[in-house]
């Protein structure tokens, strides 16, 4: 198994960073801690984190970016109770969206 490692451009929100990592989830997972690191309490989140590899997102290629729910990647880095907050209002906020 000769898992080759790339390069990922990872984004939310205000924020964004460049990661080497194996795959898409580990790089998304990798580039939220730093943005935590980096920002701490005031760090902005979307709904989901976009990731890209960096060869597309340098050609403006967005149609080969992926997305990941926050809620799920805020769950693999350990942060559970605000994973399951924001799972919470994400719910909330689609279920609002459907009404109107």
């Keep these: 198994m000769n898992q080759k490692v790339k390069s990922y451009i990872v984004s939310s929100a205000d924020w964004e960073f460049e990661v080497d990592e194996l795959d898409e989830e580990s790089a998304v997972n990798t580039a ?3 943005a935590f690191g980096k920002s701490g309490n005031k760090l902005m989140l979307s709904t989901v984190i976009m990731v890209n590899s960096k060869d597309d997102h340098l050609n403006d290629n967005i149609s080969e970016a992926n997305f ?3 809620f ?3 769950k693999n ?3 559970d ?3 399951q907050s924001f799972q919470e209002l994400t719910l909330s906020l689609n279920e609002f969206k459907s009404i109107n």
């Design 32 to 34: 939220t801690f730093l």
């Design 72 to 74: 799920k990647i805020l």
């Design 81 to 83: 109770q605000l994973s």
């Design 68 to 70: 990941f729910p926050t």
């Design 77 to 79: 880095i350990g942060l």
